[in-house]
Each structure stands twice: as C-alpha cells, then as structure tokens.
C-alpha cells in the first residue's frame, strides 16, 4: 500500500475550490478586499484539506518570516524560563511566532544556534550572551538581521541592549553584608567570562573594599555552571567546607537555594548562624518558592517588555541610534540575611 502523502499546497486548495492560487493565498491571509463568501469557502476548504500553511515559502515571498529567535544557555534556570515565557507573550501580541534555541550552557554552541536561527529566515533575535565573545554578535550582524543582546552586555560591541544594573548590585550585595556586621565571605561567582559576572564582582569586591574588606576575607568556590546542584547533600556541603564565613553571595537564586537546603540540612541556621544573598528574585514569579534574600529588578517583566520594544523598533527601524538599558535593581531582604554573628557557627 502506498502511504506516500503529498503536501497540500496553494495550488491544490485552488483546484479543489474552483479559485487562482492568488485569490486562494489573499483569502488565506483573510484579504477584506475579498468577498466574505469567498474567504469563508476557501478558508473551508484549506481546513477540510489539513492545509498548513508554509513559513518558509511565504517568508520568501513576503521578506518576511514572523519569527522571532530567542537564543539563551540555560532552560533550566526559572530565571531565564520566566522572562523566556514573557517574551513570548509580548511577541505573539505583535503578531510573532517564537523560536527558542538553547545552547545548554556551552560556548561552542553559539554560532550553531545562530546559523539555525538565520537558516529560518527570522525577523529579529534576542540573544542572551553567555560569554563576552564577540563572534556570534558579528555573524548575526554580517546577515542584517536585528537584535538585542539580553541580560547580558558584550564589551565594545554596539549594540541594543537590555540588562539589569550588574555592578550596581554586587555592591549592593556586598554593602547590605557588611552593614549587617560580616567580615568573611564565602563567594559563589557566574561563569568566568560572563558579562553579569564581570560587573557583579567588581561591584561586590568595591563594597567590601570600602568596608577595609580585601580579597583574603573572601573565598571562593566553584562558578554557579559548575556547581553541582544536582548532587547529593555530602558532597555540597564538602564544596562549601570549612564554614568559617558568616555569609554567602551567589551569582544566582538557583543556585543558592540549593546551598540554603544543604546548609539547613546541616542544621545551620539561615540567617541566624550564616546569610545568604542571592541575585534574580526567582520567588517574585514562583511564589511558591521559600524566601530567599535576592538583588533584582523590580519585575522580570520590565526585561522581557524593555527587549521586545527595542527589537520591535529595530525591526521597524534599522537606522535608529543603538538603546541602551539599564535597570536599576534593589535588594530584597526576604529572611536570610541577617546581622553576623560573634562567631561562625559549627554544625
């Protein structure tokens, strides 16, 4: 038995219904120039054949495909699938579809991700960086496609861009900590070359400097995409060994929930015997989070609608002056930062 199917075309749907394909295609893209009765039989009759319409073909017709990529590293960080899933509402109000790409937190990845993005034709991309390389900006811009970099900054890249004020909360971190009374840290930093990191340690590294804090009362582990947080409580609680700090900053909510559980489990008390500092907020979308003192923006929203706005006026406006913005962020103490104890704890 043959099951070889054939895809319904313009063409198909015109001989079925007795139309042009150029009637068929206006009738499809509901054309009021078109007879109501019309529409609405060749609309029929396109639904009865299981017509789906092709964005590729169309895309080439029109120069325009209606999809927008958003290329980030890490899915998994509700961080990231929060503003994700806020894009994506905003984009479908313009009329956009969405095309996620992840790079699984893997450099190589990049330039891949966005030669499938270019290969689909796409409108426009969001692209949060996951390091400061300057390649994958370059490929994007050699295709004349529009973008805004996410999150994220790229050094001497001009570029649009949309992020949270990095430096300003490190220090931020690093004042509330030394306000509260806290002379050792332990530090949980970003991935090295990563534009947040750069600016956050350097804002949380001057806050403590200007307590008269240097670099030998901070000590730190391994970056938050190297952190094992998928493993068992013995080993974390190795990593985070000895524990004579009094208080944790981490580049990230993920992963300083996982530190608050295993320090809990240790029978630390949080903030009583040490403070935990995180950066995000992750508990303003899922409120069914445990509280977690946090630097962030006021909204993930804010991000999500600021990005959208810039690509859309790039889109329709290629020649505008490059956007930069940056949103001020706070802190937001949420009961585990707390004044430092006279001694570190002991388990």
Do not use: W
């Not at 499809?28 to 964005?55: C, F, H, M, S, W």
């Not at 579809?97 to 969001?126: F, K, P, Q, W, Y």
């Not at 670099?215 to 190795?238: K, L």
């Not at 004579?244 to 809990?264: E, H």
Request: charged fraction near 20%; include cysteine.
């Amino acid at each position: 038995m043959n099951t070889k199917t054939t895809r319904v075309t313009l063409k198909v749907i015109a001989e079925h219904c007795g139309y042009s394909v150029n009637t068929v295609s206006r009738a499809l893209r509901g054309d009021k120039k078109l007879p109501a009765q019309t529409i609405e039989k060749i609309q029929n009759v396109a639904q009865k054949l299981g017509y789906i319409r092709n964005n590729l073909a169309s895309g080439l017709r029109s120069g325009h495909s209606n999809i927008i990529a958003i290329i980030v590293d890490d899915i998994l960080n509700h961080h990231y699938s929060l503003l994700i899933s806020q894009m994506d509402q905003l984009l479908k109000e313009l009329g956009y579809e969405v095309m996620v790409l992840i790079t699984n937190l893997r450099d190589d990845l990049v330039l891949h991700m966005i030669n499938v993005a270019i290969s689909n034709s796409v409108d426009g991309i969001l692209f949060f960086p996951y390091t400061t390389n300057a390649a994958p900006t370059r490929l994007i811009r050699q295709h004349n496609i529009p973008f805004v970099l996410v999150d994220r900054e790229i050094s001497h890249i001009e570029s649009d861009l949309v992020c949270c004020n990095d430096y300003a909360g490190g220090y931020l971190a690093g004042s509330e900590l030394c306000r509260l009374g806290h002379r050792r840290f332990l530090y949980v930093p970003g991935p090295e070359k990563n534009g947040s990191q750069i600016q956050r340690d350097r804002g949380f590294r001057t806050a403590l400097a200007e307590h008269g804090i240097g670099d030998d009362c901070i000590r730190t582990v391994t970056s938050v995409d190297q952190f094992p947080i998928c493993a068992d409580y013995q080993e974390i609680i190795e990593l985070l060994s000895p524990i004579d700090y009094t208080a944790i900053f981490v580049f990230n909510d993920q992963t300083a929930y996982v530190i608050l559980n295993t320090l809990r489990m240790a029978n630390f008390r949080v903030p009583e015997d040490i403070s935990v500092i995180g950066f995000d907020r992750l508990r303003q979308g899922l409120p069914y989070l445990p509280p977690l003192s946090s630097i962030a923006c006021s909204s993930t929203m804010d991000i999500a609608r600021e990005a959208v706005h810039a690509l859309q006026a790039r889109i329709e406006n290629p020649s505008l002056p490059y956007q930069r913005k940056i949103l001020e962020v706070a802190f937001y103490p949420d009961g585990t930062s707390g004044a430092a104890p006279q001694t570190p704890a002991l388990p």
